[in-house]
């Protein structure tokens, strides 16, 4: 089986590239594309259903592989469902610039999660932030376009599928959704286009500090901040699993960013996520077992 799991938040041209490659690259068409459950104003305005629906419409050659399931929260649930299917190999595609990190981290728990032959991870191909056309085409552009009232802009984003009254119906439900009447920050919705106050509100200490509660936004964990690097985060997630994240790519989070009607599948199946591998033994929360991650060592338990 392929994946594609992603945010898609707004969908793109840049995403369509990305599906024509998943799609391409399966066996025998057999493919899924897995948008986020992740939902917040800044950078993640559109709620997961109206994605959705709107994905479909962009992408009619790819509707019936895109898949709505509140299930479906990070990676590692996709590819636990896929093991539970039955498929001994899977294939994931993605951006360039997150192959080595999904690499590591969907590699390190196979056999104690879920067991595959082989899973291989796959770039799509690099992406031009600079490019005007498809190959510079990104959901950040699509945001800063909204944010910036500026629909001209906007619509060279989106697919010739969608036809420009849609398009504007989008740019307008981003636009309420991100509360721009409100006011706004570019470094908070596209911080790709603001590096610089990110790091400075970083460095400040404003945000992301010791002891917060984030979401990695590319493949949906959420943890608990153990560590502050330069322009890094070492997290442990509520079943002591540890990541690592750029500051980029995180979201301060209560709880999951995830739409209100999705939490009581999560909070139904949070008993069961991640307690037993696939020999019974326990690696859930009261797991207190060293564990390595880009040089980080821990023996504790975070989540008490």
Request: with cysteine.
């Amino acid at each position: 089986m392929t994946i594609a799991f992603g945010r898609f938040n707004p969908p793109t041209t840049g995403h369509e590239k990305l599906l024509d490659t998943v799609s391409k690259s399966s066996d025998d068409g057999d493919y899924v594309i897995v948008p986020s459950r992740s939902q917040d104003p800044k950078k993640n305005p559109l709620d997961t259903d109206t994605k959705v629906s709107i994905m479909r419409q962009m992408f009619p050659q790819h509707s019936e592989r895109i898949v709505n399931d509140p299930q479906n929260r990070t990676i590692f649930d996709v590819l636990k469902k896929a093991h539970m299917d039955g498929y001994t190999n899977v294939r994931i595609v993605g951006g360039a610039d997150r192959q080595k990190e999904f690499d590591k981290l969907v590699n390190n728990y196979n056999g104690k999660m879920y067991q595959f032959d082989n899973v291989e991870v796959r770039s799509a191909g690099d992406r031009d932030p600079d490019s005007d056309d498809v190959e510079g085409m990104s959901a950040s552009k699509q945001r800063k376009a909204a944010a910036e009232n500026n629909f001209d802009a906007f619509y060279k984003g989106v697919p010739s599928t969608m036809s420009k009254k849609a398009a504007k119906e989008m740019f307008n439900n981003i636009r309420l959704a991100m509360n721009v009447s409100e006011g706004w920050s570019l470094w908070e919705i596209s911080p790709l286009f603001d590096w610089k106050n990110l790091r400075e509100n970083y460095v400040k200490k404003h945000i992301f500090n010791i002891g917060e509660i984030v979401e990695n936004l590319n493949h949906g964990l959420v943890g608990r901040i153990i560590r502050r690097g330069t322009n890094y985060l070492i997290c442990v997630t509520e079943d002591n699993i540890m990541f690592k994240s750029w500051i980029k790519d995180v979201n301060e989070s209560k709880m999951p960013n995830v739409a209100p009607k999705d939490r009581a599948a999560i909070n139904a199946r949070a008993k069961n996520v991640f307690k037993k591998d696939l020999k019974g033994n326990v690696v859930g929360a009261n797991e207190q077992k060293n564990t390595e991650v880009s040089g980080v060592c821990r023996s504790e338990t975070y989540w008490n």
